[in-house]
């Protein structure tokens, strides 16, 4: 029988049947018309025409090590040809040795021996770290900051600041108590990060002066509250970078107080700040690391955590606690090892933060030319922001950020004969935050195309 060959669907039916078809409940009608991608490579995405989008912010920091990666598309190629599927009762050697890996770089980093647990996506691994808190302590409530992102699964949402993604579906867990980010470009104090001797610590300590304060009982030596859930940068919030000296001062109040720390490095995680971990150039030992995103490039997902010892020790989180078909897949765990070994073999931390001090030399290059709009640029390694701003160079201008990242997915800039679009995304409390993750494979005339296309917006947008 003559089978009829299927024609490829226009943009514009696509356009229609997504129309029709599609939840709107996901991130992907923040922008009309939504735009839709057939190809990608290296730092770039291609639209149906095959123009090139330089993105600058490679899925949300998952495909760090570039798209298509040769390395990596190979060792999923090799698992589909031998073990592209096992029930996760059972153990495959890639999931034990991307464990081992993992638990042996914890332990040479902080000291400390611990165990990995897997799972699928970033909220459920933030899930079971909720679970191994609650488990440990016995209690439920939890710290985190102001602009948080933890995910959004329902316990996820209960410890992300943000009230939007709560306010339809009630409460289903204990909120979190949130508290305030040192954000420094707008300290919720008015102070000077130079001057401040980081007063927010010293705000948030008083809080267990006396049980009248409320976090601490000093006669039982027990407070009310049972882990801190924090990024070690903080990501949706606006890739911002705590002050020096932050991060173990906190740590030593929460010690002091029987409360553990629970380090998001989902996003910042596997060298987006030019260390493996980013809570790494903050010398804090964390309790519990949580990762997933970049472990397997965007490949088969994997998340997971790593717990120390006393935490997640068999007698104390044993066979069951938690469960999900796809957890430690073998396709996935494959591609997380194969990264592992590259991040062993490559120089990640020394190319990685000098791209990255190029990339925000030629930012505050851009910044001189646009004072008052670019209110604030920085970041870590390829973690940068760029905080977009009213004249004064202080408001925040979350329409004029939408319009400048709306206007790159046109796809018309053009550069010579070549026209080109350019892939930001959006974060910050205001949403004027572009949010920087360009991919670890970006070439120094790939970052100068970039401050091309910004420059090209800016003007397009009339910023000043
Ligand atoms: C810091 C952080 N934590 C948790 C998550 C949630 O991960 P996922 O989207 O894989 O559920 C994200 C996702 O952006 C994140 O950036």
Request: aromatic share 14%.
């Amino acid at each position: 029988m003559a089978t009829k060959k299927a024609e490829a669907l226009t943009h514009a039916q696509l356009l229609e049947m997504d129309r029709q078809y599609c939840s709107f409940g996901d991130t992907v009608h923040y922008y009309d018309p939504p735009k839709i991608f057939s190809d990608c490579e290296g730092s770039f995405l291609y639209d149906e025409d095959h123009t090139p989008y330089l993105d600058l912010q490679m899925w949300y920091s998952a495909a760090n090590f570039g798209y298509k990666n040769r390395r990596l598309n190979e060792a999923l190629k090799r698992q589909i040809d031998r073990l592209p599927q096992l029930a996760c009762q059972y153990l495959h050697a890639e999931k034990i040795e991307v464990a081992a890996r993992i638990a042996q770089y914890c332990e040479k980093a902080f000291g400390l021996k611990g165990r990995v647990h897997f799972n699928v996506g970033g909220s459920q691994a933030i899930e079971d770290a909720i679970k191994i808190v609650r488990n440990y302590s016995g209690r439920n409530l939890m710290f985190a900051f102001q602009g948080s992102y933890h995910g959004r699964t329902l316990a996820a949402t209960s410890i992300t600041s943000s009230y939007r993604y709560r306010r339809r579906y009630g409460h289903f867990s204990d909120r979190a108590h949130f508290v305030f980010y040192p954000y420094c470009f707008r300290c919720c104090y008015g102070l000077k990060p130079e001057t401040c001797n980081l007063y927010c610590e010293d705000q948030f300590e008083r809080n267990f002066d006396t049980e009248y304060n409320s976090f601490w009982d000093p006669k039982e030596q027990e407070s009310e509250f049972a882990a801190f859930f924090a990024e070690s940068v903080q990501g949706t919030g606006g890739y911002m970078v705590p002050p020096q000296g932050y991060f173990p001062r906190l740590k030593a109040t929460l010690d002091k107080h029987k409360i553990l720390f629970v380090d998001d490095e989902i996003q910042m995680g596997f060298f987006r700040t030019g260390k493996f971990w980013g809570i790494e150039n903050f010398d804090v030992r964390p309790d519990i690391i949580v990762f997933g995103k970049a472990l397997t490039n965007g490949l088969n997902p994997i998340a997971g955590l790593w717990a120390k010892e006393e935490l997640i020790s068999p007698d104390l989180f044993p066979p069951g606690s938690t469960h999900s078909t796809f957890s430690a897949n073998p396709l996935g765990t494959a591609v997380a090892l194969e990264v592992l070994k590259m991040i062993e073999e490559e120089d990640y931390e020394t190319q990685v933060n000098a791209q990255g001090t190029y990339f925000l030399t030629c930012l505050r290059q851009l910044q001189q030319r646009y004072p008052h709009c670019l209110g604030d640029v920085g970041g870590l390694g390829l973690a940068l922001r760029i905080e977009i701003c009213k004249e004064d160079g202080r408001t925040p201008d979350p329409q004029m950020t939408h319009r400048i990242a709306s206007e790159g997915l046109k796809g018309d800039l053009r550069v010579g004969e070549k026209k080109y679009g350019l892939v930001l995304d959006v974060g910050g409390y205001y949403k004027n935050v572009f949010t920087l993750a360009p991919s670890f494979t970006i070439t120094k005339q790939e970052i100068d195309l970039a401050m091309d296309l910004l420059d090209q917006l800016f003007r397009r947008c009339g910023v000043s």
